[in-house]
């Protein structure tokens, strides 16, 4: 599968655990964006990376939140201590250069208890 | 601030209609535009790519685009109940894309 991989594909954590989130881009994809997405609602930016550098992150929450794009492996999107109002579907997506369209992938649904 | 716009919706048409959904964008220097597709509780799909002004067709699909007004929509030909999604429209200016926040459309057989 060439496509975009996240997992795992639904993620269940208690409140005050770590949630980490996992992105591989398509074959030949160096960029990498993160989304969220609450019920019935439009798909919000959070952070778009490159390979090792954070480009924009300023749709990220200040706290609690982080990511990275190492040079070897997948992205990562990383919550710390979740709270109930975390509980979102959480969508990666990827492109070769900036102006190509993005490819997303099927998202991970994070449930807070 | 750049901002993509849609209307609002929810959009209801019947089985066979023309169901047309626009968008539009403040950043003039936007180069290029997209339509994405996201059935409830998946993921958005891309449909349709447009880079230049004027139409572009795929199948059913027609993507408008007239840099000028700063306008892009999309019209869907002969619409099917398969048809029923949220709609995002996608605007690039080549340092970032930005998503409209979707029209619902709803095809009623």
């Known amino acids: 599968n060439a496509g975009v991989m996240q997992n795992p594909r639904h993620l269940v954590r208690r409140r005050g655990q770590e949630a980490r989130l996992r992105c591989s881009p398509m074959?030949?994809?160096?960029?990498v964006y993160w989304y969220r997405q609450l019920p019935e609602e439009g798909l919000k930016f959070m952070v778009y990376?490159?390979?090792?550098?954070?480009?924009?992150e300023s749709g990220m929450p200040k706290e609690r939140f982080s990511a990275e794009f190492p040079k070897e492996g997948p992205s990562i999107l990383r919550i710390q201590q979740v709270v109930r109002g975390d509980s979102a579907a959480y969508f990666c997506?990827?492109?070769?250069?900036?102006?190509?369209?993005?490819?997303f992938g099927d998202g991970t649904r994070l449930s807070i208890l | 601030q750049k901002e993509v716009e849609q209307n609002s919706g929810p959009l209801s048409v019947p089985e066979g209609a023309i169901a047309s959904l626009n968008c539009t964008y403040s950043d003039r220097g936007s180069q290029s535009f997209f339509w994405y597709r996201q059935y409830s509780g998946k993921s958005p799909e891309l449909i349709m790519s447009i880079y230049s002004n004027g139409d572009k067709e795929d199948g059913r699909f027609t993507a408008q685009l007239n840099k000028a007004s700063q306008y892009v929509s999309l019209l869907i030909r002969d619409s099917q109940p398969s048809d029923s999604a949220t709609y995002l429209c996608?605007?690039?200016?080549?340092?970032?894309?930005?998503f409209g926040a979707g029209t619902r459309l709803t095809v009623k057989p």
């Open positions: 997506a990827s492109t070769g250069q900036g102006t190509q369209p993005q490819h």
């Open positions: 074959k030949g994809h160096s960029h």
């Open positions: 990376l490159q390979k090792e550098n954070i480009i924009d």
């Open positions: 996608a605007v690039n200016g080549g340092d970032d894309m930005r």
